[in-house]
């Protein structure tokens, strides 16, 4: 049976809080009743030691997890997916992933995921959690993803993250014309009433977005959206939350707005888009290795780029 075995240090600044909630912190792959659980049988110990869920931490100690991978996260079949590799070195692997794309196994995608083309492009993958995967994006959403391929740059990435020293910039289109950019800082977390969608909620965790203005058109708009927090939908949440939910985003508040008197293909165009509108376009990051700052861009995608002429052609 294949082993789960990551170490990180707990940051000083979380003394004096509980020992599994640090760990949601820190295991970012697993959810606090998973290393819970891990925590009670012994299997993530602080410094060598079983502790209870509730110990309160120092600082400075070792969280050092060794589990046995459940079944259904043993990602072992390497298929042959087509891949857009935007960059990759011994460290890291830089992925244009297209919409339509799961990102990894899960219940009703045992296969076909971006993570089954990653081990067959990189079978030493299999050594690392997650084959690398140290962020995600919605099956829907196109764009840049940055796949660690080495347990260093693992260990640094998800810690950049962890402190928000990736910069990730996505463009949108939504519905509406925003006047001005603003900065989103509403509290995201899952919706009482759906549980497959997230909400924004006072008991929610920290989440800021900055949204400015590229473009507008008569009834939509195109924005550039920086993320300084890395919620699940985090983006489709905010812009719903302040009235401009993403075109195409039926999960959200998407309206099937269209411009009044506007012709038969701005119509079926903006009806017929089959995704949320949304492409993460920039990366921006230390390497791990030279820890030097690196940046990459991936172009909208045909169908976003296609949407919004028609949206501008409509304007004019």
């Known amino acids: 049976m294949s082993l789960i075995e990551q170490k990180f240090q707990i940051p ?11 760990a949601a912190t820190l295991f970012v792959d697993f959810s606090r009743a998973e290393l819970t659980g891990w925590i009670q049988q012994g299997m993530l110990t602080l410094d060598g030691a079983i502790v209870k869920p509730k110990h309160k931490v120092l600082g400075g100690e070792w969280l050092h997890l060794q589990a046995p991978q459940d079944v259904g996260e043993m990602w072992e079949q390497a298929e042959q997916i087509a891949l857009d590799v935007v960059y990759e070195d011994d460290d890291v692997l830089l992925i244009n992933k297209p919409a339509g794309l799961v990102v990894h196994p899960g219940a009703g995608n045992r296969s076909g995921t971006l993570v089954n083309g990653l081990l067959n492009y990189r079978p030493a993958l299999h050594t690392l959690p997650r084959a690398g995967i140290v962020h995600r994006l919605d099956k829907d959403t196109s764009g840049l993803m940055v796949v660690a391929t080495s347990q260093r740059a693992l260990r640094t990435l998800v810690e950049s993250i962890q402190q928000r020293q990736v910069q990730r910039s996505y463009v949108a289109l939504c519905e509406g014309v925003m006047i001005a950019g603003q900065d989103v800082d509403r509290p995201i977390g899952r919706d009482p009433k759906h549980r497959t969608r997230q909400a924004v909620r006072d008991d929610g965790k920290p989440a800021l977005s900055h949204i400015r203005v590229r473009e507008r058109y008569r009834a939509h708009s195109m924005v550039d959206v920086q993320l300084a927090t890395g919620r699940t939908h985090q983006i489709r949440v905010h812009m719903q939350s302040i009235g401009f939910p993403l075109i195409g985003d039926s999960q959200y508040g998407w309206r099937r707005i269209v411009p009044r008197g506007a012709d038969g293909v701005t119509v079926a165009t ?5 995704r949320q509108a949304l492409h993460a376009a920039k990366l921006r990051f230390q390497h791990p290795r030279s820890a030097e700052t690196v940046s990459f861009s991936a172009a909208l995608p045909d169908d976003i780029v296609r949407l919004a002429r028609v949206l501008a052609d409509d304007a004019d």
């Open 12 to 22: 000083l600044q979380q003394g004096g809080q509980r020992v599994d909630k640090v």
């Open 270 to 274: 903006v009806h017929g888009f089959p």
